[in-house]
């Protein structure tokens, strides 16, 4: 059970940096896309695990729902928490995306405040992988009750 969200998480993780350096190539190269990794590594490398961490969780909590066992739970908690918690899995990704649009200089308002956008997702990351964190035991409690 365990093993599908992890493998989920690492290529969430390899394809949000995936897309990163193929759009910092695409725009200026990839000289300027390994200068901009060198550079801002310290930001990018959290961003991608976070957004790693919750297609795991997402999919994790997806799995446990959707397995067949409490049916009738199931189906009360299924929409709303496969819903909320996609929606906050989701949310936060152009706060992802912004500060790898503000990398490749696509957009000048953005490229002034790129340090900034770089903390505005991590701390979306944050939120959304405590937020299916909770849901996560919040599921677990209910379906050992």
């Not at 066992?69 to 995306?97: D, F, K, Q």
């Amino acid at each position: 059970m365990i093993f599908k969200p992890i493998i989920k998480g690492l290529a969430g993780t390899a394809a949000l940096l995936g897309i990163y350096f193929s759009v910092l190539s695409l725009v200026s190269g990839w000289t300027f896309a390994q200068s901009q990794f060198s550079d801002f590594w310290y930001f990018i490398i959290p961003l991608a695990i976070g957004f790693g961490v919750q297609v795991g969780l997402y999919s994790y909590l997806k799995g446990i729902i959707h397995r067949g066992e409490n049916e009738g739970r199931v189906l009360a908690v299924s929409g709303t928490t496969s819903t909320a918690a996609m929606i906050s899995c989701c949310a936060h990704y152009l706060a992802n995306i912004l500060p790898f649009l503000a990398v490749s200089g696509a957009i000048t308002f953005v490229t002034q405040y790129q340090i900034e956008f770089f903390w505005v997702g991590l701390l979306f990351n944050l939120a959304g992988i405590i937020y299916i964190s909770e849901k996560v035991i919040r599921y677990k409690v209910n379906e050992n009750k």
